[in-house]
């Protein structure tokens, strides 16, 4: 698989990397470990170098699961994961406070197996705790070699700015895609103006752009779409006319419209990095297929000025889980 690098960081990834959330949480029942284990090892052998976690996923059976998936090739591959949510339970709110984050290092160092995090994220901004004060213990943990690159959460602009002062931000990871493009209007051009990489989550809108969700789709107990306001039945009905956009580009590529998103995504900007998550092999080669797709420029220029007439319905979480977004 081809790579890029994060912004100004100098951190070489691989142009996808996989978002590992759902393996254990999320998404109804948690991925069976061995199976867990076998999926990522397949991702690193398909050239997948990047890999994202955080202890609230689980909690905590994310990292242990990394730990010992990515154990056998552990200086081959980009871990990321991320601190900030109260007890790794995001219902309890956010604690950025400095002891905290140290304590969440040295807990994740061996939960993932490994004397150093390639990249901490603050997973959501703490407006109780100043980001300077965030960055500058951050930059502790790098001077100590325990981490070696810093990233924000879903923060806004004027946090990135405070905290990229204080501590180069190797990267931002926040919600992109066709179905979300808010980022486009303020963030996108401060990471490129500061030299920061941006890595999307939920590139295919948590599945809505792999085109198989329909308005009498039932997703099973503890999957989190049974609260998002976008996948309720009137709302998937709404945004079918983005999907129907993506599949006719999809055909006349023979490609699927998930690898269609991903490519869009792709070609956004060199310095975009992202992390499509997935729970099964034959999802995981098709994406990797969406890095090796290339929309021509006719493409492109027809699905933007479609995206301009588009108005996706629903919100994209419910207000409760709105907390530390866009701070």
Not at 47 to 75: H, Q
Not at 220 to 236: A, H
Request: with cysteine; glycine share 10%; hydrophobic share 40%.
């Amino acid at each position: 698989m081809k790579k890029r690098i994060l912004g100004n960081s100098g951190l070489e990834v691989s142009a996808l990397g996989l978002g590992c959330m759902g393996l254990s949480s999320g998404y109804g029942k948690p991925t069976e470990k061995n199976e867990a284990i076998k999926l990522l090892r397949s991702a690193y052998e398909l050239g997948i170098t990047f890999f994202d976690t955080a202890e609230s996923y689980g909690p905590f059976t994310n990292e242990e699961l990394l730990g010992e998936a990515l154990a056998p090739f552990r200086n081959e591959v980009v871990i990321a994961t991320k601190f900030g949510i109260k007890g790794a339970r995001p219902e309890l709110g956010m604690d950025s406070r400095p002891e905290t984050i140290k304590a969440v290092a040295d807990a994740s160092l061996k939960r993932l197996k490994t004397d150093h995090i390639d990249l901490f994220y603050q997973h959501r901004v703490d407006t109780n705790v100043p980001i300077e004060e965030v960055a500058g213990t951050v930059k502790e943990l790098i001077q100590q070699g325990k981490v070696k690159h810093f990233g924000l959460s879903e923060a806004g602009v004027g946090t990135i700015r405070k905290a990229h002062a204080v501590q180069p931000v190797a990267a931002l990871q926040s919600e992109y895609s066709m179905f979300f493009r808010e980022a486009e209007k303020e963030v996108i051009p401060v990471l490129e103006e500061l030299g920061i990489g941006f890595v999307p989550f939920s590139p295919l809108g948590k599945g809505f752009l792999a085109g198989a969700i329909t308005k009498d789709t039932k997703f099973e107990k503890g999957d989190l779409r049974n609260i998002v306001p976008r996948f309720q039945p009137e709302n998937i009905e709404a945004n079918q006319g983005l999907l129907d956009l993506v599949n006719t580009i999809a055909q006349n590529n023979n490609a699927t419209p998930a690898q269609v998103a991903l490519s869009w995504l792709l070609a956004q900007k060199p310095w975009i990095v992202p992390i499509p998550g997935t729970t099964k092999l034959h999802r995981l080669q098709e994406n990797i297929g969406g890095a090796n797709l290339s929309l021509s420029s006719d493409e492109l220029s027809r699905i933007n000025a479609a995206l301009t007439t588009i108005k996706v319905s629903g919100e994209r979480y419910p207000a409760h889980l709105q907390e530390g977004i866009g701070k």
